[in-house]
C-alpha cells in the first residue's frame, strides 16, 4: 500500500470501504488511457463516505470520478484520493407519483429503464447517455432536448468536512452543461421527477434514442463522448468539420470520421495524445471561425 493510503487506513479505523494503491485509472476510464490513482477509496455507503471525508487530511486533494466515460486522466495519474461510488450507490427506486429516487453510481441508461418500467415518462434521453447520475447531475448532461435539469427535484451529497447536504434545484445553479454546485460536494443521489406515460411510448422513444446515438457516434469505440460543448449559436462538430480536422490525428488519438466532436483512441493513444490533439483543434477552430471551443470532457491529474 501507498504511503498515503497506508497513512489514511492507519488514520481511520472505524474505515469499511475498500482503499487501495496505486489503482490503474485507464482500466476504469471509457478512453482506457491514463495514469493511476494514487489511492483509490470505494466506501461502504453514505456514512462510511461521511466518516472518510471528515476525517481525510484538508491538503489531500480528493476527486470523485463516476463511469469514465467523459473523463480524460494524464498520463502522470491522480495525486490524493480518487472517490468512486460502488454498488452501494446504484440503486433507482420509485419516489411516489411520478418521481424516482436515484443513487449517484447508478448508469443513465439504467434510468432510463427504471422509468420505462414505472410508467414515467421524460427520461428516455438517458438511454443515450454513457455516464452515472452522479456525472450527469455535475454536468448538467442532457441529449435529445432534455436535460438532467429539466428532471432534478432536490441532490443529495457530502461536502468535504463530511456533512450531508441536500440541494435544491435552484441552489446546483443549472446551466448548459454545468452547475454552480460546491465543488467539494460528492453527489450520492438524487430526487427526479417525471410525468406519467404509455409504457409503449417511453419504449419507443428509447429505441429512437438510441437508433439516433448508434447512427450518428462512435459507440464502439474507446472514446470519452462528446468533447467539446456546443458554443451558442454553433455546433462544434460543424466547427470542426468546417476547420478541416474530420479524421485527423496526433499519435493513437483521432478525430472521429463519423462525428467530429468525438476524439477515438485508435489502439495505441496516451493521453497526452487525445489532450493534445484536442488543443489542436480547438487552436483551428478559433483561427477558422473565431469560436472558442469549451472543453466538455473532464480532465484531471498531471502530466507524465
Avoid at 122 to 139: D, E, Q, S
Avoid at 294 to 304: D, L
Wanted: proline letters at 5%; a neutral charge; hydrophobic letters at 40%.
Amino acid at each position: 500500500m501507498s504511503e498515503l493510503a497506508a497513512k489514511l487506513r492507519a488514520a481511520m479505523p472505524e474505515l469499511r470501504g475498500r482503499l487501495v494503491a496505486d489503482q490503474r485509472l485507464a482500466d476504469l476510464a471509457w478512453f482506457r488511457v491514463g495514469g493511476p490513482a494514487e489511492a483509490l477509496f470505494t466506501p461502504e455507503d453514505e456514512d462510511d463516505l461521511a466518516y472518510f471525508l471528515e476525517r481525510a487530511p484538508a491538503d489531500v486533494p480528493v476527486t470523485p470520478i463516476g463511469l469514465g466515460s467523459n473523463l480524460l486522466v494524464r498520463d502522470g495519474g491522480l495525486p490524493g484520493v480518487t472517490v468512486r461510488l460502488g454498488r452501494a450507490f446504484a440503486g433507482i427506486a420509485p419516489a411516489g407519483g411520478a418521481r424516482l429516487k436515484a443513487g449517484a453510481a447508478a448508469a443513465d441508461k439504467r434510468m432510463a429503464i427504471a422509468a420505462h418500467e414505472a410508467g414515467i415518462g421524460g427520461f428516455a434521453f438517458y438511454a443515450g447517455i454513457p455516464g452515472a447520475i452522479g456525472g450527469a447531475l455535475r454536468m448538467n448532461a442532457g441529449a435529445n432536448g432534455t436535460e438532467t435539469s429539466d428532471r432534478v427535484v432536490e441532490v443529495y451529497g457530502v461536502d468535504r468536512s463530511g456533512r450531508r447536504r441536500t440541494l435544491s434545484k435552484a441552489e446546483m445553479g443549472y446551466s448548459y452543461r454545468h452547475s454552480a454546485a460546491p465543488a467539494d460536494v460528492i453527489f450520492t443521489g438524487a430526487l427526479f421527477e417525471g410525468a406519467p406515460a404509455e409504457r409503449d411510448a417511453i419504449r419507443a422513444e428509447m429505441d429512437e434514442v438510441l437508433r439516433h446515438r448508434e447512427s450518428t457516434q462512435p459507440v464502439k469505440s474507446r472514446t470519452g463522448g462528446s468533447t467539446f460543448k456546443n458554443p451558442p449559436g454553433h455546433a462544434a462538430w460543424k466547427l470542426i468539420d468546417q476547420a478541416g480536422m474530420r479524421g485527423f490525428s496526433v499519435g493513437g488519438a483521432q478525430v472521429s470520421e463519423m462525428h467530429c466532436n468525438f476524439l477515438l483512441n485508435t489502439g495505441g493513444a496516451v493521453a497526452s495524445d487525445i489532450e493534445t490533439l484536442g488543443e489542436e483543434i480547438r487552436r483551428r477552430v478559433r483561427e477558422t471561425s473565431g469560436v472558442e471551443l469549451e472543453w466538455e470532457i473532464k480532465r484531471i491529474g498531471v502530466a507524465a
